[in-house]
């Protein structure tokens, strides 16, 4: 890829090995003038949802998008959505299959059905806090099974079976040139969210969900909720019509 396709005024660090490229992004973050992706060969600590270990073979993507916002909380959570769909252009571009590419609620991106990315959103304030004038730094991390993924028999029974590119579609691709896709396609996203808020994020996400109008189980807690995904509202909650209901549920996993 040129260089020219770079975005403009974001940063591109390339490591051999962190912790989590999260926490490493934390670290850098305020000697950042401006947005910056941070790409490692390697995690010793990588880490998913709810603190879930994140393998981290090399020869796989592990990158963390930083950037700094004054908004609220709820507006850089969705960034998620962003990222999703940066994602599902970047690996179109490389695998030429999109009608294998859909989008799991609320942060996965599923390869002929098998989880091949997820993503991982952290937040922390930096600045004068007790004028309520804190800086938010936010991690958008990503990680991508290039060429391997985790054992199945590893997997919870009934979650999403891991995939990963080279497996499905005989692609061998290296880390940083699927930045260079990458990089170029969440620009483009985050210009349009900027530009034009969430509604045409959401209707880009909508276009390529999986298990839209379909069957499936919301684990909320402990609570399993079971009924048909009907949408995502403004808010990026995932909409699930029960037999009882409608509810707009903030978090959870969803099962298949």
Sequence with gaps: MSDKL???????????EVDSTNAEAFRRAPQL??????????QTAGR????????????????????????????LALRSFVAALALHEALTAVTGTPQALTLKWPNDVLLSGGKVAGILLECQTTGTQAAGQGRQTLAIGIGVNLIGHPDPAQVEPGATPPAS???????????????DHLAPAYARWEATFTAHGFAPIRSAWLAHAARLNEPIRARTGTEDRHGVFDSIDASGNLILRTAQATLAIPAAEVFF
Excluded: C, K
Aim: charged letters at 15%; proline letters at 11%.
């Design 165 to 179: 590119v080279l497996h499905e579609t005989g692609q061998r691709l290296t880390p940083e040139a699927f930045l």
């Design 48 to 75: 998913g949802r709810r603190a879930r270990p994140w393998a981290s073979p090399r020869g796989n993507f592990y990158a963390t998008h930083v950037m700094h916002s004054d908004e609220p909380p709820q507006q």
């Design 6 to 16: 770079w975005p403009e005024g974001t940063g591109r660090l390339l490591l051999a």
């Design 33 to 42: 003038a401006g947005p910056a992706w941070i790409l490692a060969a390697s």
